[in-house]
């Protein structure tokens, strides 16, 4: 009879848990179904915004049940200007990218196995940049890039872009770069291998994942940048995101245009991540060796 007891509080024991674990996993599930609601709601907008006519776009109450049209990406693919202004925006940023990366991984690397005088002082100072408001500081590059003959370039564009996201580089890859043991490299040296060759085959390798974090990272803080689009570029060098920027008037706003070109913006950046995260993915997979 006791034995019979004990097993049937045993068995409710593990009914209880059973049902507790899944109680739980039921509220993590609804918990996290509402919050991607939450996130992905003004995306849904903006897009369906961008697919009402222009009458509609913006009329209260909304009209959840409409028939969708392209009408307003025609009319955004008809403006040259709206064109000129995406194309700046691709090769620039994708510029931006490469040369930051070029300069930001190095420059990690060497603050991050080397003993460099005043290297503390360096990294505050690299930091720094960061620390400023960008309306603090976009006077002074007006002044600097009209004196260069820089003003309305993409070479201007391209090296603001890097001046923004060249901190972030060298600070996050120096955290990478610590993580890997220096003795990988001593073991591609016996090998025969140079101290570049060693960086190069085993030490990039490694740092991959975070090489991936900050291009992605890097290109969206480009690809979004307003204010020293604003103040930099006037015609040659203008950013999509001015273009866009142009369709909020003083007395009206083109509420079905503005979401069109919004839309149009955010396909890039929705391309490029997917691009790259097969790359981060493979690169995670190998994992990351941690010093001890």
């Known amino acids: 009879m006791a034995t019979q007891d004990a097993q049937s509080a045993t068995s409710s024991q593990r009914l209880d848990k059973e049902t507790r674990e899944k109680l739980v996993t039921v509220v993590r599930h609804t918990v996290l179904l509402g919050w991607s609601f939450v996130v992905l709601f003004p995306l849904y907008w903006l897009v369906s915004m961008s697919l009402k006519p222009p009458g509609q776009a913006n009329s209260l109450p909304p009209d959840w049940i409409f028939l969708p049209t392209v009408y307003n990406y025609i009319q955004l693919a008809q403006q040259s200007d709206f064109l000129a202004a995406f194309a700046n925006s691709v090769v620039m940023v994708a510029a931006s990218v490469v040369l930051v990366l070029l300069i930001g991984v190095p420059a990690a690397y060497v603050l991050s ?145 503005l979401a069109a070109a919004s839309t149009a913006m955010i396909i890039p950046v929705v391309v490029f991540l997917v691009a790259v995260n097969k790359y981060l993915a493979a690169g995670l997979s190998f994992g990351v060796v941690i010093k001890e």
């Open 113 to 257: 196995r080397y003993d460099i005088p005043m290297q503390r002082d360096v990294l505050v100072w690299i930091l720094s940049s960061r620390m400023l408001p960008p309306i603090a500081v976009v006077i002074p590059f007006f002044v600097i890039f009209r004196a260069l003959n820089l003003f309305d370039t993409r070479i201007g564009m391209v090296l603001m872009y890097v001046s923004i996201n060249l901190s972030l580089v060298v600070w996050v890859m120096k955290a990478f770069f610590d993580g890997i043991p220096e003795t990988l490299e001593e073991a591609a040296r016996v090998d025969g291998a140079t101290q570049f060759q060693g960086f190069r085959k085993v030490v990039l390798p490694a740092a991959k994942p975070g090489i991936f974090s900050v291009a992605i990272i890097s290109f969206i803080f480009a690809w979004i940048e307003l204010l020293f689009g604003l103040v930099l570029t006037s015609f040659e060098a203008v950013p999509v995101t001015l273009f866009v920027y142009s369709f909020i008037g003083s007395r009206s706003i083109e509420w079905s245009m």
